[in-house]
Each structure stands twice: as structure tokens, then as C-alpha cells.
């Protein structure tokens, strides 16, 4: 009878301390009807200090969606360096004789994910022309072979086994894949009449005429789409869902393309062919010959080399928007250093986690709560604790050779990127850099906050809370606020 007692007795006076630790705005919070069987996680930290100003549930196993990619970047400012850069090979095999290629053309991929990206360059084509140039240099006026896509240098496996179906077909849920290009998304028409009728699909850009949609759609009495394109990696079909908005001449919705790697052989091809350079053979890639055992391994000659900007860019721009594509293609790029085991059997995602891990162990930061299944924070598998982010921002902070790189390459609050309206207007905005997360009842904030000559970290996570996610944007912008005043 007395241990019955005495129980209750002890996790009451324990609920009370941690109670009486939490701040008041975070116990406001904790009291709203729609946070009942929410998880919530906090740590708010001065850099230089070895303890946390507020701390609540800071050991909590909770899903980062896209702020994982601020333990993506970070690795790869310090394994990889600012200054590293994709290369992009144009190559040949055979010899040239006559103005005429007895060959094939290979495009060679590092897992350049910026090739032809919108958020790179406004002419997103320019590459096109270089590598033209590059072939008519060489003299090579025809080509008797093919145009081969070499993805190699990662697997076939572009997304991540633990991506929901939902994601996949959708132009943020694109592969990460040896080769990419045009940010391994399509962009397709669709003209809509009356409310309750069927839209019209009219064309696609880039033109993807291999590709067989399916159209389910509907247009409705809306201002913004609510539709879903559906398709799996390397898949001819996409399934078009949902409202769109009625009576538009042209309504733009996006979607991945399938297979960047043979896209963008087929693309080339047709191309070379608009400019006067005939491609005898069928464009193909290495996924495709493996598979038919007609791989080859002669010898190659270069023609030209396109570079991607450098990491330090590539992170900025990754954090900023963030952009799915871009991270976990450094993921897979941190692999590289990864050595496996004898007789390891390890896809591309799998070593860059496992480099992500022995790199934060060697620094002395636990990497136990740490469940990564890709880089993008796509997966709702993926788990972290805000401690274990905190910990890696107090490095970035103090520690990191890529410190100041790092720290620009979080969007500032109330200005741009995904956090352009988050905290706008505040005092400090300008002085708070945050990357932002969210997916379906996920909400997630991690960066910086600079004040009265003092710079703060920040890890913020709500899981499974029961509003609307504008709702709980604005809360954790109110309990940001009132945490600084």
C-alpha cells in the first residue's frame, strides 16, 4: 500500500520541477487544447556557454523534417570544404575521322545537383551551348554511336526507401541520381474550364513525351491547386489527383522526371540533332545497358567540363529554399569517404549517414539519437534530438573551419527563403537566421538568434500537435519572440 502511494507521490514532485524549469510562454503553449499528446522540444543555448538557458524535453525523439538538412550542410561544409565543386564531364570513345564520331558520347556525372538548376543561373541552358561548343571544337560534325548517360558515381537508388508514397512523383520529392538536371523537374499545363469538369492537359516543359499521364483531375472553385502527381522512380506513368483552379487558360503544376540520367542522354540527343549534329545511335545510360549487359568500358577522351558552383553556394542556396535535390545529393557525396566494411553491402544514402556519424563521434557529439534516412529530412523516419542539434550548432559556432559559411547560409527570419514571413516585423529581425521544417503536424526551427551582443542557438520541435500548421507557425513565432524579449 505504501509503494502505491509513495509513487504517484514522486512522479507528481518530478512533474512539478520540470513544470517549474519550463518558461511560462512554453507552459501557455503546453496548455492549449490542441497540444494534448503533442511532443515538444526546446533548447535555447548562448554560444560559449556549456549551459543551456532553457532546456525542455531536450532529449526527446522527434521528427526534424527539412531542418535535418542543417546536419546535412554542416557535414558537408567541413568534409567536403567550401570551395569544392561538382564536375560534369562531356566524353568520347572511339576516334573522329572525317568530321564523323565512330563512337559514342558520354556525359560523365559527379552527382551534380545544380546542372541546369533554376537557382543557379537565369539561362539554364547555358551548359548546352558549352558542351556544343566543346563538340565542335573536336571537329565532330556526326555521330555514328550514342549519347550514354555515366551515373555512376551514386546507385540507382534515388529516393530514399523511406519516403511515403505521396512524395514520390512530386516535383519535391525529385530522385538525387549521378546525373541530374533541370532540378530533375518538369513543369506541366493544364487548361481548366468549369467548376466539375475535367481540365486539359496541353504540354510539358521540358518536353516529357515519354512520359504517359493519367488524368484524374478536377477544377474547382479555388484560388490554389490542391493536386498531387503520383509515379514511381524510373516509371512511364504519372497519376495526376485533386482541385485545380477552374476557368484558367493554362494552370502550371510540377512534377520529377523519372529517370534524369536517360532524360538527359534523350535530351542531349535532340539537342545536337536541332543543331545540325546527327546522333545515329538511341540515347541511353548505364542503369539501362547494366541491365541489358551492354555496358562498356573502352577508353575516353574529354571534350569539356562543366562545374557546379562552389559547396559553400550550393549549402546556402539548400538551407535558403530548401531544396530537397541539394541535399541529399551531398549526402551521397559525403559517402564517398565512407570506407564499408568487409563484405558491407551499403547504398549511396547509407554511406553518407555513416560518414554523417563517424564525423559528429569524432567530434565528441553522441550521435545516438540520430536516426537519418536521407538528407533532406524527407522521411518521417528521420529522428533527432534538439540537444543533438544543439550540440552541432554550438560546434558550427565555435569550432568549424566553415563557421562564418555555415551561419550565411541560414535564412534570415522575417526575409527570405522559407522563413520570409516567420517572425517579421520583430525587433531583432535581421539578427535571427533559422532553418525552418515542417510536414504533415511536424513544425521545426534551428539556427541562431543574435542579441545585445550575444549570439544564441535554437532548436525547436512540435510533433503531432492537432491545429493547423498556420496556427502552430504562429505560436512557436510568438513563443520566439517572447523567449527573447
Not at 75 to 90: I, K, M, P, V, W
Not at 93 to 113: A, M, Q, R
Not at 314 to 329: F, G, H, K, P
Not at 426 to 432: A, F, K, P, R
Request: glycine letters at 10%; one cysteine or more.
Amino acid at each position: 500500500m505504501t509503494k502505491k502511494i509513495l509513487f504517484p507521490a514522486i512522479l507528481c514532485c518530478f512533474t512539478l520541477a520540470i513544470l517549474a524549469q519550463t518558461p511560462q510562454p512554453v507552459k501557455r503553449l503546453l496548455k492549449m487544447p490542441y497540444m494534448k499528446g503533442a511532443s515538444f522540444s526546446l533548447v535555447i543555448q548562448e554560444v560559449g556557454s556549456d549551459k543551456a538557458k532553457y532546456a525542455v524535453s531536450p532529449d526527446l525523439s522527434v521528427i526534424p523534417a527539412s531542418v535535418m538538412k542543417t546536419v546535412t550542410t554542416a557535414t558537408a561544409l567541413e568534409l567536403l570544404g567550401n570551395d569544392y565543386r561538382f564536375a560534369t564531364s562531356l566524353t568520347y570513345d572511339g576516334h573522329i575521322k572525317d568530321g564523323v564520331l565512330h563512337g559514342n558520347l558520354y556525359i560523365e556525372g559527379s552527382g551534380d545537383p545544380t546542372l541546369g538548376s533554376r537557382f543557379v543561373k537565369d539561362n539554364n541552358t547555358e551548359f548546352l551551348n558549352d558542351w556544343l561548343q566543346g563538340i565542335k571544337a573536336a571537329g565532330i560534325r556526326s555521330i555514328e554511336g550514342s549519347v550514354i548517360a555515366d551515373e555512376r558515381c551514386f546507385d540507382t537508388e534515388g529516393v530514399s526507401i523511406k519516403w511515403v508514397g505521396e512524395d514520390l512523383g512530386s516535383y519535391f520529392g525529385a530522385g538525387s541520381y549521378g546525373l541530374s538536371v533541370f532540378d530533375n523537374q518538369y513543369k506541366v499545363f493544364v487548361q481548366t474550364g468549369a467548376v466539375g469538369t475535367k481540365p486539359v492537359i496541353k504540354h510539358s516543359e521540358p518536353d516529357m513525351s515519354g512520359l504517359r499521364f493519367h488524368n484524374y483531375l478536377v477544377a474547382g472553385a479555388v484560388a490554389t491547386d490542391s493536386s498531387y502527381t503520383l509515379g514511381a522512380p524510373f516509371a512511364a506513368d504519372r497519376y495526376l489527383y485533386g482541385v485545380v483552379p477552374a476557368n484558367r487558360p493554362l494552370y502550371t503544376m510540377k512534377g520529377d522526371i523519372p529517370d534524369p540520367p536517360y532524360f538527359l542522354a534523350d535530351y542531349f540527343s535532340r539537342f545536337l540533332k536541332g543543331k545540325g549534329i546527327q546522333v545515329g545511335g538511341q540515347p541511353s545510360c548505364f542503369r539501362l545497358l547494366e541491365e541489358s549487359q551492354q555496358s562498356t568500358s573502352a577508353k575516353r577522351v574529354n571534350l569539356v567540363t562543366t562545374y557546379s558552383p562552389p559547396v559553400s553556394e550550393i549549402v546556402r542556396i539548400t538551407n535558403e529554399v530548401s531544396q530537397n535535390l541539394y541535399a541529399d545529393a551531398l549526402l551521397k557525396t559525403i559517402g564517398h569517404s565512407y570506407t564499408p566494411e568487409t563484405g558491407e553491402v551499403i547504398s549511396s544514402f547509407g554511406k553518407g549517414i555513416k560518414r554523417v556519424k563517424q564525423f559528429w563521434d569524432a567530434k565528441g557529439i553522441d550521435t545516438y539519437p540520430l536516426w537519418m534516412f536521407d538528407g533532406s529530412g524527407l522521411s518521417s523516419s528521420d529522428k533527432l534530438s534538439a540537444r543533438f542539434l544543439a550540440d552541432i550548432l554550438l560546434y558550427m559556432a565555435t569550432d568549424a573551419s566553415s563557421s562564418q559559411t555555415f551561419y550565411n547560409s541560414l535564412p534570415r527570419t522575417g526575409i527570405e527563403g522559407s522563413v520570409r514571413n516567420f517572425m517579421k516585423g520583430y525587433s531583432l529581425e535581421g539578427n535571427i537566421r533559422l532553418k525552418s521544417g515542417s510536414m504533415s503536424r511536424v513544425k521545426g526551427y534551428a539556427g541562431y538568434v543574435d542579441k545585445d551582443g550575444k549570439r544564441y542557438c535554437v532548436t525547436l520541435f512540435v510533433n503531432n500537435y492537432s491545429c493547423d500548421g498556420k496556427i502552430m507557425t504562429y505560436e512557436l513565432d510568438r513563443l520566439l519572440r517572447n523567449l527573447f524579449e
